[in-house]
């Protein structure tokens, strides 16, 4: 069974930085398509960025040019390095695994994912 642990969420002010991490076992790292995503209160999961098999990424809109997803084959761990955080950043930033090579819009639908970390919280203040 796959699992998925993330780290390095924490409280910052707006404008600083925070390194995420994702280190998976029970699985070919190498061969999955994995996304960021994360979830404020009261609102629905929202995928913030996701790294192919090819080394291709994509992120949202809402975050493009502040933060960058990567991966550590040797270590098998996924990245999220989020700069210029904003108080709008603030949520729950979870991992997840995808059973297939995604395109276009199923990138970031949560159901295109089929197993996901607990979660890091990042908090934001102004």
């Known amino acids: 069974q796959p699992q998925l642990v993330e780290s390095g969420g924490g409280s910052v002010q707006a404008g600083e930085s925070l390194r995420l991490s994702c280190t998976v076992s029970?699985?070919?790292?190498?061969?999955?398509?994995m996304g960021w995503f994360r979830q404020a209160p009261g609102k629905g999961r929202e995928g913030v960025a996701a790294a192919g098999v090819d080394g291709s990424t994509t992120y949202a809109d809402s975050v493009k040019g502040r933060f960058t997803v990567s991966k550590d084959y040797a270590t098998k761990t996924l990245y999220l390095q989020m700069n210029n955080l904003r108080p709008e950043d603030t949520a729950k930033y979870y991992c997840a695994r995808a059973s297939r090579p995604l395109f276009g819009s199923a990138v970031f639908r949560p159901d295109s994912y089929h197993f996901w970390g607990q979660g890091t919280q990042v908090t934001v203040s102004p």
């Open positions: 029970g699985y070919f790292f190498n061969n999955y398509y």
